[in-house]
């Protein structure tokens, strides 16, 4: 079976990434990770894509006369990679028409909630101030709005006595496995084309 080609939006520390990355270079995922697009030069989700050889688009909004104009160059860019499904993972931005139409149901992304709970930046902390006794990660298709879109995955993690620190590395953990179910079970049932 012909691998996929995956592109990988990502702003920031970039773990998922890596879990991503590591498992196409394994076979655990029949794909390759074909290019990091990131919208901050200093991520350091930059200097991984260096060290799997990832081809790397790196853009900053502030260039642009608007996110119509920057999505417009990333859609040629993807489609020079010949891309097939966008993974989101710690991007920090809303997409755009221009990119949902093109890419319709093959934008995916990751949220360290039990959603529709806790969107938003920092999500961890929130579930464990308010209390909550389970939380956990969500994968899910984007749509316009912040953390949207139909649920494909979640896996519950219970917050026990767990400090907010442990309860961050244990989350962080989850997702970069239910990332990788989450991949395989879109490219295994053949929902991109
Ligand atoms: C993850 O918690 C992800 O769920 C959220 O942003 C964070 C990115 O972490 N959307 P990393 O950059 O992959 O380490």
């Known amino acids: 079976m012909i691998k996929k080609h995956i592109a990988i939006f990502a702003s920031g520390n970039g773990s998922n990434f890596e879990a991503i990355a590591r498992a196409c270079a394994k076979n655990r995922v029949n794909a390759v990770v074909a290019l990091l697009v990131c919208d901050n030069p200093n991520a350091f989700v930059i200097q991984r894509a260096k060290k799997f050889d990832i081809p790397v688009f790196e853009f900053q909004p502030k260039n642009y006369?608007?996110?119509?104009?920057?999505?417009?160059?990333?859609?040629?860019?993807?489609?020079?990679?010949?891309?097939?499904?966008?993974?989101?993972?710690?991007?920090?931005?809303?997409?755009?028409?221009?990119?949902?139409?093109?890419?319709?149901?093959?934008?995916?992304?990751?949220?360290?909630?039990?959603?529709?709970?806790?969107?938003?930046?920092?999500?961890?902390?929130?579930?464990?101030?308010?209390?909550?006794?389970?939380?956990?990660?969500?994968?899910?298709f984007v749509d316009k709005t912040m953390d949207g879109g139909t649920i494909i995955g979640q896996v519950a993690v219970p917050i026990g006595n767990c400090t907010l620190e442990e309860l961050e590395t244990h989350i962080h953990a989850v997702e970069h496995e239910l990332y990788i179910n989450t991949i395989n079970k879109i490219i295994n049932y053949e929902n991109i084309t």
């Open 65 to 140: 006369a608007s996110k119509a104009d920057y999505e417009t160059e990333i859609v040629q860019i993807l489609k020079k990679h010949n891309v097939d499904l966008i993974c989101l993972a710690g991007y920090m931005r809303l997409v755009s028409d221009v990119l949902l139409n093109e890419y319709e149901g093959k934008i995916i992304n990751i949220h360290p909630s039990l959603l529709p709970a806790f969107k938003g930046l920092n999500a961890i902390q929130q579930a464990f101030e308010y209390g909550v006794k389970l939380t956990g990660v969500t994968t899910h």
